[in-house]
């Protein structure tokens, strides 16, 4: 899926099992165990439903205290672990 020619990142719930525990994502994806922590629960949540790339960058700038290019660095970097993982593909 794309809105308006940008990709849309999805949670790839078919595979990836997660719970929010004590403010903390618990990921389970195949046999290993992953917690996301801090910034990465607030992008976590927005690719439940699929976020573009833009979408997860100006959530960080609004909820934290970060300007656009270290939001953008560092929301490329958790997508391109995410994608690695096989937990997140873009839809």
Same mark, same amino acid.
């Given at each position: 899926?794309?809105?308006?020619?940008?990709?849309?990142?999805?949670?790839?719930?078919?595979?990836? !099992?997660w !719970?929010?525990?004590?403010?903390?994502?618990? &990921?389970?994806?195949?046999?290993?165990?992953?917690? &996301?922590?801090?910034?990465? &629960?607030?992008?976590?949540?927005?690719?439940?439903?699929?976020?573009?790339?833009?979408?997860?960058?100006?959530?960080?700038? !609004?909820?934290?205290?970060?300007?656009?290019g270290?939001?953008?660095?560092?929301?490329?970097?958790?997508?391109?672990?995410? &994608?690695?993982?096989?937990?997140?593909?873009?839809?």
């Amino acid at each position: 899926m794309y809105i308006r020619g940008v990709a849309l990142y999805q949670l790839m719930t078919d595979q990836v !099992s997660w !719970s929010e525990v004590g403010g903390e994502i618990v &990921v389970l994806n195949e046999s290993t165990y992953y917690t &996301v922590a801090g910034t990465g &629960v607030v992008l976590w949540r927005l690719l439940v439903e699929g976020a573009t790339e833009a979408q997860l960058v100006d959530e960080l700038t !609004s909820a934290y205290e970060v300007g656009p290019g270290t939001a953008k660095a560092d929301v490329a970097a958790f997508l391109e672990q995410l &994608v690695a993982a096989g937990m997140v593909r873009q839809a």
